[in-house]
């Protein structure tokens, strides 16, 4: 593999000028900068970004953070298209993914702060946003460069990528009531409230009114089974899930009632499951490559992306 000083011999310049002009420094002269980088595509140079980062003080990685998740919790698929889209955008940067991924929230600040201190991390993608949450309040109080996924949920005005979920949820409902027929759908959460989910639940909550429905709920924190709940409400006639895998967790009780569902995030598992249903494409693909985008770019606060439905 050829070096830097190979490429200062052919081309017949000091290894500090080359190295200046592989870097566009204004101080060498264009046609300087012409000849050396011909003989370094002749040589077939590949530059060290990770030594040319370091001397500045930081890695080329970009951390991403994931919420506390479980030892035994599934794999979230939204998440690994996510890291699909960051992954095809980081590329012709030269930067690479580090993960981050605890069952607490003491061990992620914990991971996180070992992230900037040892490995000089610089650069975060928070896969989440939460009040009060001690990781972006310690990436705030070091100055570091991050993008939260999500909208953010407190007075910090943090830099964010997102859809535009009231509105998805407002269009799942009404595609749902105007493509299938249906009189009373039902809006199934988690009742962990994330800021997406209550999002969702509002736009469901505001198609049923704008249309005089009522608004009716099941949390998957109730004391009441799904299967228990749908069958002393009769009147409902197809469902609004907020998210894949909280769908996929209910299919097996939800099977035998038949109902029409609109289901988020097109996941390849709710291919498979859903029969008759829509599915709203979040685009989690483009949120990464959107989110990567906004993390090097600081004139920019934030960027939404846009959902499509799929029937």
């Keep these: 593999m050829a070096t830097i000083k190979d490429i200062a011999r052919e081309a017949e ?43 500045r003080g930081e890695s080329n990685m970009v951390g991403l953070v994931f919420p506390v998740t479980g030892d035994t919790a599934p794999a979230n698929p ?7 889209g960051i992954s095809s955008a980081l590329k012709p940067l030269h930067y690479e993914m580090v993960v981050t991924i605890a069952p607490n929230t003491t061990e992620l600040l914990e991971s996180v702060k ?14 989440y946003t939460m009040i009060n949450d ?35 949820g407002i269009a799942a409902t009404a595609h749902l009531i105007d493509h299938y027929g249906v009189k009373q759908p039902l809006f199934l959460d988690s009742g962990t409230d994330w800021p997406y989910e209550v999002d969702r639940r509002a736009g469901y909550r505001q198609c049923m009114q704008a249309r005089h429905l009522p608004a009716i ?4 924190n109730q004391q009441i ?21 909280l769908f996929g967790r209910l299919n097996r009780q939800l099977q035998a009632f038949d109902l029409p569902v ?40 934030h960027q939404l992306v846009d959902f499509k439905i799929y029937d």
Aim: glycine share 4%.
């Design 134 to 168: 001690p990781v972006t309040a310690y990436l705030r109080d070091h100055n570091l460069n991050f993008v939260v996924i999500g909208r953010p949920t407190d007075s910090h005005p943090d830099r964010y990528v997102d859809n535009d979920n009231v509105a998805a």
């Design 225 to 245: 089974g799904i299967d228990t709940f749908l069958e002393n409400h009769p009147a409902v006639d197809g469902i609004v899930c907020y998210d894949d895998l």
């Design 13 to 55: 310049v000091s290894v500090s000028t080359a190295s200046r002009a592989l870097n566009d420094n204004p101080r060498i002269s264009q046609a300087t900068r012409r000849k050396v980088k011909r003989v370094a595509a002749k040589l077939g140079y590949q530059p060290n970004y990770n030594a040319q980062n370091l001397t």
């Design 262 to 301: 609109a289901c988020f995030n097109n996941s390849r598992l709710m291919g498979m499951l859903l029969k008759r249903s829509e599915r709203i494409d979040l685009q989690p693909r483009q949120l990464g490559k959107a989110a990567v985008e906004l993390l090097f770019n600081s004139r920019k606060h």
């Design 114 to 127: 070992s992230m900037v201190t040892q490995s000089k991390v610089h650069n975060f993608l928070v896969f």
């Design 78 to 84: 939204f998440h690994i298209d996510l890291m699909r």
């Design 217 to 220: 709920t099941w949390s998957e």
